[in-house]
């Protein structure tokens, strides 16, 4: 009874019950057979489900210890982990890195979850097999695979609000069949978002941002596609090659904020495109139960952003701020990425378990701009990083309560080729204007090390302590983008380092109630901050000194096997401590998420959730004249309905932002009001 409530109540994973769905290629884990703390949240395909979560981003929400940033000029979504931004906290797919090699980061909120078997979200001291970069953590999308002959799942969902044309249409099937000696499975979705519906508190500000009941331009679509086939010659060796293939487009809603000194910017995104193969293995060989892991990979990023005059979106004339010359019009990414890893582990000793990793990854930028009204294309910018990561990780076992677990890495970055086309400055190397420019380009390195006590006073309780030194490279961003000539390169940034310290306590109490804890506290040296040069530029230095503290605590009750109440809060505290007047953003002080899930019939199910935060400050306005301003605190019910028509035949019905709350995760860009929703899902 106990380990059913535990692995269909708390959004973790439960490897008795998902090991088989989970595709085990692709995890990566600092100890393979722990139980989840707080360190590491794991939210698995039945809870992304509940809370209707069919964007990545959404997983913050219901989260401890990680927060939901939005960029509205950007259009974008993204993860802040513990304090971290995405540059900090890379994303993964089934272990293999995915951010865009010139931002690097990545807008999570064009993944969905419809083919996810779990999702791992490793906190401060990941494991340092992930490979370079992981300051603050790691987010790991798992995929799903077959466990029977022949399977699949197919669904639909619709949604709306008051407004006609906010509709939401999602498709999605995931089909599969295993066999002896291999499987395979082909997944797909499609997703359509006609419009964001704003609350009815709403009040009207900037009359070119909306008509007060649907956010204007903000429209998007998103369609995947993925195919996997394994060879499984036997019960331990598995060989996967994966094919993906993902289309999408978004607009970005106009600023409706009252900063009235913010920048104008009208932008779309026609091509939001991502194409990945990749190829892992496990072979195990019989002596010391050693084994071998690799990944081979190859992954694409095809973006073009349209900027365009006015709300109109059908001229690109006018000049951009504050490069005089620069008109609007389209900018294209064609980025692509490409690398190898292994991974080598086995028994060192009895009490020893030992892992060693590789991982060379080759990242290519390149960029350029079109002016189609001025018949002007510039020339493709070419930006290429070459990175190195070592990996030592082992685990030492005192006893079945005791474990000691220790890693140390070595990261190389060598930046091979760095260009900017110059049309206002004149390049120094070559004495021109109107031309590619070469920039300075070196070699870096970085140190990360770690060590973790896991320690059970009980069968019934977990007790971590943990320290690690984490560091993360300059982006491609970071040393060389002008931002419009507003900022000065610096390609000599060196890495951020971050030292995490941690600890986090497990316990159940029978078969009703689980309780955790943790405290953390994070230090970042060097930060990449930009600092006023004489000339009245700004320039990215490594100068900043950041602190990050706080705590997170979750409860679950099992009040009847029919009855299951939860509930996460965390506080977070985040200052720069070089410049103490200067207040970090999007960092909600206070964020509590709770739910019931209550089985009315054997058949009919009730969900309720309660999102709520506060404490959270935000940039209000766009360019050099936007404010920083205090977001006022919120909190959001939804509730849905569950009806099993049959076992394999589900019906849903709900609501989302029951009481059209009016609130915001950035001033200017108003979150979704009341939406209905129904979902249809049929599994065999």
Request: net charge positive; charged share 25%; hydrophobic share 30%.
């Amino acid at each position: 009874m106990k380990k059913t409530l535990l692995c269909t109540a708390i959004a973790m994973a439960c490897a008795a019950v998902y090991a088989e769905d989970v595709f085990t290629l692709g995890q990566i884990e600092v100890i393979a057979d722990k139980s989840t703390d707080l360190s590491t949240a794991r939210t698995n395909q039945t809870d992304l489900q509940k809370n209707n979560q069919i964007r990545v981003s959404n997983v913050a929400k219901t989260t401890p210890g990680v927060f939901l940033e939005r960029s509205g000029a950007r259009s974008e979504h993204n993860l802040l982990v513990r304090g971290f931004d995405a540059r900090r906290v890379p994303i993964f797919i089934d272990g293999v890195p995915v951010y865009v090699p010139y931002d690097g980061n990545m807008d999570i909120g064009r993944f969905t979850t419809f083919d996810l078997s779990r999702m791992d979200i490793s906190k401060g001291a990941s494991s340092v097999l992930y490979g370079a970069n992981t300051l603050g953590g790691a987010v790991n999308l798992i995929t799903q695979k077959p466990s029977q002959p022949f399977e699949g799942t197919i669904g639909y969902g619709f949604s709306h609000g008051r407004s006609g044309d906010t509709g939401t249409n999602q498709t999605y099937f995931n089909l599969g069949t295993k066999q002896d000696y291999f499987y395979a499975q082909l997944s797909g979705s499609f997703l359509e978002k006609q419009g964001l519906q704003l609350s009815k508190h709403y009040h009207q500000v900037n009359p070119k941002g909306d008509d007060g009941s649907r956010a204007e331009n903000s429209v998007q679509r998103d369609k995947k596609l993925s195919l996997k086939i394994a060879f499984t010659p036997n019960a331990t060796d598995e060989y996967a090659l994966v094919l993906s293939t993902q289309k999408g487009s978004k607009q970005q809603p106009l600023y409706s904020g009252v900063n009235k000194n913010s920048q104008e910017r009208y932008w779309r995104w026609p091509e939001w495109n991502k194409d990945s193969i990749y190829f892992l293995s496990h072979t195990q060989f019989d002596s010391h139960h050693l084994y071998l892991n690799t990944k081979v990979f190859y992954d694409t990023f095809k973006n073009k952003l349209s900027s365009f005059d006015d709300a109109t979106f059908s001229t690109q004339t006018l000049n951009i701020r504050p490069r005089k010359s620069i008109k609007n019009g389209d900018s294209y990414y064609r980025d692509y990425s490409y690398g190898v890893g292994i991974e080598l582990g086995g028994d060192l000793t009895e009490k020893d378990l030992i892992k060693f990793s590789s991982i060379t990854k080759f990242d290519v930028h390149r960029g350029h701009n079109e002016y189609p009204k001025y018949n002007r294309f510039d020339p493709v910018e070419t930006s290429k990083d070459r990175t190195y990561s070592f990996g030592l990780e082992n685990t030492h076992t005192f006893s079945e309560q005791t474990k000691l677990i220790t890693g140390v890495s070595f990261d190389h970055r060598k930046a091979q080729r760095a260009e900017s086309y110059e049309s206002e400055n004149r390049c120094e190397s070559l004495g021109k204007t109107n031309v590619l420019c070469p920039s300075n380009v070196g070699n870096k390195n970085a140190f990360n090390y770690q060590i973790k006590l896991v320690h059970s006073f009980d069968k019934n309780d977990e007790f971590t302590l943990g320290f690690a030194k984490k560091t993360r490279f300059p982006t491609m961003k970071d040393r060389y983008s002008r931002r419009f000539g507003s900022t000065e390169p610096n390609p000599n940034l060196g890495p951020e380092a971050a030292y995490h310290y941690e600890t986090s306590y497990m316990r159940t109490f029978g078969d009703w109630l689980r309780l955790d804890g943790a405290l953390f506290y994070s230090e970042v040296k060097d930060a990449i901050e930009p600092v006023k040069q004489n000339n009245g530029m700004e320039k990215n230095v490594n100068y900043g000194k950041e602190v990050f503290k706080g705590g997170e605590l979750a409860a679950t009750i099992f009040v009847t096997d029919n009855l299951t109440l939860g509930a996460n809060y965390t506080y977070t505290r985040a200052k720069n401590k070089m410049n103490t007047n200067y207040i970090i953003r999007n960092i909600p002080k206070h964020k509590f998420f709770a739910y019931v899930d209550w089985k009315i019939a054997p058949n009919l199910s009730l969900y309720v959730s309660q999102e709520a935060e506060h404490g959270r400050y935000s940039t209000d306005g766009i360019g050099k004249k936007a404010e920083l301003v205090k977001l006022s605190g919120f909190g959001v019910t939804n509730a849905k309905v569950i009806y099993d028509v049959t076992k394999q035949f589900s019906v849903e019905a709900g609501v989302s932002n029951l009481f059209d709350k009016n609130y915001y995760y950035q001033a200017g860009y108003p979150e979704e009001g009341r939406v209905y929703f129904s979902n249809l899902k049929y599994s065999f």
